[in-house]
């Protein structure tokens, strides 16, 4: 292990920056108390930081086996920079891993981890700007009790060998995920538990096995975001809400087995959307609650079981199904398509092209 010393002349005296350019770093780098900027630099090997402040500036690490980057109550600023083709013969490693560690990444690319996953943070705080996260084996992003926000990047092609591994893992976490896409994922491509706070905003979220799971109380805010084609043989919803609230505003939700599964008390309000190209648009069961208001099911039909449902002013191309449903009030609706009601009390008003049956 190579220890990296910079002396300065009063214990407690601004710590000053010192600048490394243009190395090649073949040893393993431990840096302890340190402000340091790397500028031009290829790591074959590991760095460790504890109470560092450290900036990476086009900066390059490869064939480092293990992790490349671990951090420990500091401040890291990634700027620019390539992590390619890092591996591990044994265990599934972060590429990078923080803790208790303020941090950001820019313009920067997480590529080809084997054996390794993208970025691991806990405790944490932590800024993604413009950067590729792809082809790593586990999850693109884990992070646990972290404060996040991920903006314009692309997250692609990660949880490829295992359906174990969701590509953004978000635990007892908040943060915003913003002009962004994520797909190809072999799992969920966001799961959000304990208590999650997240607002998506303008992302496309595509091509993935699974969508979106929000559980343990949950808050989750999606708005101008497009789920598409999120689909595998398991008939897993494009969102997924167990005992968590939701709001989904001006989205487009299509092609997919189930486009939104809600249980266990989950409160949904949606609108402005769409929903359309889907086996079932909406399942809903066990005392949850849908608020729907000015949107378009198109294609798919909607199944409620045991939950309270307000549809207004929106049009359902396909059927409403409502089953020991204790509230429901459908009002403004333009239907093609049957209600189907058993055991249920409806409250209607200004239906359009409604065939009504009672079973």
Known sequence: MVEIILRFKKKNATMKTEIIND?????????????????????????SLINSAVTF?????????????????????????????????????????FQNTKTSIKNSSIKN??????IEA????????????????????????VDFFIRDSFIVNNASD????????LTASE???????????????????????????????????RGIFIDGGCSCKLENTTLTDNIDEHDFAQITINNANVLINNCRIENGFTGIYASKTATVEI???TVSNNSKAIQSFENSTFTIEGCNFLKNSLFFDSSKLRIYSSSVEGNINITDCNYVKLTNIRINGKINSINSAIMSEN???VYYENS
């Open 113 to 118: 981890g084997l054996n390794f996953c993208g």
């Open 122 to 145: 806990e405790s944490s705080e932590i800024e993604i700007i413009e950067t590729l996260i792809e082809n790593n084996s586990g999850y693109a992003i884990l992070c646990e009790s």
């Open 57 to 97: 500036n086009n900066c390059f690490f490869k064939n480092c086996k293990t992790t490349a980057i671990t951090a420990e109550n500091s401040e890291i600023y990634i700027n620019n920079c390539i992590f390619d083709n890092n591996f591990s013969d044994e265990l599934i490693l972060p590429q990078l891993l």
């Open 23 to 47: 190395k090649i770093i073949t040893d393993d780098v431990e840096l302890k108390n340190r402000r340091i900027e790397f500028n031009h630099c290829r790591f074959n090997s590991p760095i």
């Open 162 to 169: 295992s359906e174990l591994f969701n590509n953004i893992s």
């Open 351 to 353: 239906i359009e092209r």
């Open 175 to 209: 943060g915003i995920i913003q002009n962004s896409t994520i797909k190809n994922t072999h799992s969920f491509t966001i799961n959000m538990q304990l208590g999650s706070k997240v607002e998506i905003i303008n992302c496309t979220i595509k091509n993935n096995k």
């Open 271 to 273: 609108k402005n959307s």
